[in-house]
């Protein structure tokens, strides 16, 4: 009999505050990109656990329940005497460029700085998943994220990075780095961080970074430009671009990569093999979900 299936996300839980061009507050809701994957995954009916901690505030409060209220087993969260990390989105009035949104870690109000990463995260799961098959997604490279992976690391774990931003991994050596990447199974790279990824690992491009470490699937993702898919069928490598339709009315940029990741991976998770219909299926329920993403504010897709 099939293992049940669990998502487990691990870190600082997040709150999103969202600006407009005269700095009005549109809306604040839970935010990470490794929190949003998880939200988007309970949403999509899978089973799904936050190990991390939240500070000892209204925001932490919020952004706890907006995991909780979708149905992720939150217990294992803890409370610290701090504050809860808030990302500040900052929505110009005019229209949106994949980087014209501005995502800030000094609060545009007070300019005071906002995130505060803890370094007593949990990192034990709980006994009761001892026997499940574990999909493990990070998006950052803290030591205690190492931690975290190496204890609770299976053979038939699967490790999911979702890199996105620059300022996750700018600081770490590639040594360091690459106790991440050799563990990885699934990774989805954002093209904004791609040139300083392969200096890091002094590779001139994305097929020599994909060979240094035989990932199950690649994906690096290149906003309205699309996706590019690379994967091993039997033993030939296999690159596969994907372009979306034209995306008209973008409301807000923030989290469509987000939706991408869990959408790509909730298929990964189940599918029998990755292959070329495996890649011309996935990118179309991917793409769907990025959109609806992208024509709201906020990074998460709202249910009704």
Same mark, same amino acid.
């Given at each position: 009999m099939p293992k049940e299936k669990v998502f487990i996300s691990h870190g600082d839980l997040i709150l999103d505050k969202i600006y407009d061009d005269d700095l009005n507050l549109l809306k604040q809701d839970g935010g990470g990109c490794n929190w949003?994957?998880?939200?988007?995954?309970?949403?999509?009916?899978?089973?799904?656990?936050?190990?991390?901690?939240?500070?000892?505030?209204?925001?932490?409060?919020?952004?706890?329940?907006?995991?909780?209220?979708?149905?992720?087993?939150?217990?294992?969260?803890?409370?610290?005497?701090?504050?809860?990390?808030?990302?500040?989105?900052?929505?110009?009035?005019?229209?949106?460029?994949?980087?014209?949104?501005?995502?800030?870690?000094?609060?545009?109000?007070?300019?005071?700085?906002?995130?505060?990463?803890?370094?007593h995260l949990p990192t034990n799961l709980p006994e009761e998943l001892k026997?499940?098959?574990?999909?493990?997604?990070?998006?950052?490279?803290?030591?205690?994220? &190492?931690?975290?992976?190496? !204890?609770?690391?299976?053979?038939?774990?699967? %490790?999911?990075?979702?890199? *996105?931003?620059?300022?996750? +991994?700018?600081h770490f050596t590639r040594q360091y780095l690459t106790s991440f990447f050799s563990m990885a199974n699934f990774i989805q790279i954002n093209d904004s961080v791609t040139s300083l990824l392969l200096e890091r690992f002094h590779v001139s491009n994305i097929i020599e970074f994909f060979q240094l470490f035989h990932f199950d699937l690649l994906i690096l993702t290149k906003g309205k430009?699309?996706?590019?898919?690379?994967?091993?069928?039997?033993?030939? &490598?296999?690159?596969?671009? !994907?372009?979306?339709?034209?995306?008209?009315? %973008?409301?807000?940029?923030? *989290?469509?990569?987000?939706? +991408?990741?869990?959408?790509?991976?909730?298929?990964?998770?189940?599918?029998?093999?990755?292959?070329?219909?495996?890649?011309?299926q996935t990118f179309k329920l991917a793409n769907e979900a990025s959109r609806q993403v992208l024509s709201q504010v906020g990074s998460r897709i709202i249910k009704d």
């Open positions: 949003n994957d998880l939200y988007h995954l309970a949403t999509m009916g899978e089973t799904c656990y936050a190990i991390g901690s939240k500070g000892n505030d209204e925001e932490g409060k919020l952004a706890l329940q907006s995991l909780s209220q979708v149905g992720i087993n939150t217990n294992y969260v803890i409370t610290e005497n701090k504050k809860t990390n808030i990302m500040n989105i900052i929505i110009p009035s005019n229209s949106l460029k994949d980087n014209s949104v501005i995502h800030a870690w000094y609060s545009p109000i007070t300019n005071e700085y906002t995130m505060n990463f803890s370094e026997d499940k098959q574990l999909y493990l997604i990070l998006d950052k490279f803290l030591p205690v994220n &190492l931690s975290f992976l190496q !204890k609770n690391r299976k053979a038939d774990t699967k %490790i999911c990075l979702d890199v *996105g931003h620059i300022r996750f +991994f700018e430009k699309g996706a590019t898919f690379l994967f091993y069928e039997g033993d030939k &490598l296999k690159i596969i671009d !994907k372009q979306p339709p034209v995306i008209v009315d %973008i409301v807000d940029s923030s *989290g469509a990569g987000d939706a +991408f990741f869990s959408k790509v991976l909730q298929q990964y998770a189940y599918c029998d093999k990755i292959d070329t219909n495996f890649v011309h």
